[in-house]
């Protein structure tokens, strides 16, 4: 537990040095797209972490998840403004709604402890 | 489970990195980066104002066209002014002109070529050399002169006193008219049986008509300026 919890620290960290460091730059235009990839990947840890204290985790589920609800939320934006549709507003709260359930979730589980 | 924690430490990575970037992106200085909108509204603007430009260039190209095809036209017209005023001056007789016509020789009677005669039995007058010229203007003569004294509108002929006066000018005996035109056909209208020629000679003055290639014939000399005489105007003319 305590491993893969100092594991996933290190990871994070190690990601945000790089991230940091990296002379990676994307256009201002491009922006909300990762805006909104970032959103449904926080999304998928909570619910990650919700399905480790559930007993339910799945590899598989969370990694394909992770991957797919962070390309489809940047293709949804992306068609969105191609169409002149806001769908980048229905992303942030399909997801925001599914993040504060999920962190509803994790809170009963920490304090019914 | 070392496979499930190395996903889920590949995932908080990746998570990072993307977290790290956005934050690189959104976090810098207002003034090198644009809202998304903004941009487009930009870019929209600028793809008006090229479309303008574009446009305002193929007017000007046009413009540039029509002025180079005034000039070229007030060009032709200053030419074609420049061949009428010549035209009329030419029959004005305010310039010398030059072309194949005749020559006319007319002169008394010498004195004593007659017997008993002491003076000119017969002295050319005015209504001779009018005959004269009239004949020549009748037989498409262009231009004619008399002792050098160009014809013209208002020139005249008359008998002033013993001699004879053109464009107020005084020419003595002998008379030399000039005239351009087809030779043939001013000698020919002058030489006519019963005509001027004819009627000089049974008067016993000499009257010698040469045809001539070229002949020379100069300006009017005198100021043409019209006092009295006005154009009449269309609209006075009803």
């Known amino acids: 537990m305590w491993l893969g919890i100092s594991l996933t620290a290190v990871a994070l960290i190690a990601g945000v040095i790089i991230g940091l460091n990296v002379p990676l730059f994307i256009p201002q235009i491009y922006g909300k797209y990762l805006g909104i990839a970032i959103l449904a990947a926080i999304d998928s840890v909570f619910g990650g972490v919700r399905a480790g204290m559930e007993e339910r985790f799945d590899n598989a589920i969370f990694v394909s998840g992770f991957v797919s609800n962070t390309l489809l939320a940047a293709g949804l934006v992306f068609i969105g403004d191609r169409l002149g549709v806001e769908l980048y507003t229905a992303a942030v709260v399909a997801f925001g709604v599914r993040l504060f359930q999920n962190l509803a979730a994790i809170r009963r589980k920490l304090i019914k402890k | ?238």
């Open chain 2, 1 to 238: 489970m070392p496979t499930r924690l190395y996903a889920v430490a590949l995932v908080a990575f990746v998570l990072g990195l993307l977290i790290t970037v956005q934050a690189r992106v959104a976090g810098q200085p207002p003034g090198e980066i644009l809202p998304a909108a903004r941009v487009q509204e930009l870019t929209a603007e600028l793809r008006r104002l090229e479309e303008a430009s574009a446009g305002l260039r193929r007017e000007a190209g046009e413009l540039e066209q029509k002025i180079a095809a005034a000039k070229q036209g007030q060009t032709q017209a200053r030419a074609a002014l420049q061949t009428e005023i010549e035209k009329y001056r030419i029959q004005a007789g305010l310039v010398p002109v030059v072309g194949p016509g005749v020559e006319v020789m007319i002169h008394n009677m010498p004195a004593g070529s007659l017997p008993g005669t002491e003076q000119y039995v017969f002295a050319v007058r005015d209504e001779d050399l009018l005959r004269v010229v009239n004949e020549l203007w009748g037989a498409g003569a262009e231009a004619i002169a008399v002792n050098g004294q160009r014809l013209v509108s208002t020139s005249e002929i008359r008998l002033a006193g013993t001699f004879i006066d053109v464009n107020l000018q005084r020419i003595t005996p002998p008379y030399t008219i000039v005239a351009i035109g087809d030779p043939d056909v001013l000698a020919s209208a002058l030489e006519i049986e019963g005509g001027v020629a004819e009627m000089l000679r049974a008067f016993g003055a000499s009257c010698l008509i040469k045809k001539k290639d070229t002949v020379r014939i100069p300006a009017y000399e005198g100021t043409m300026a019209f006092q009295y005489a006005r154009p009449i105007k269309e609209e006075v003319r009803g």
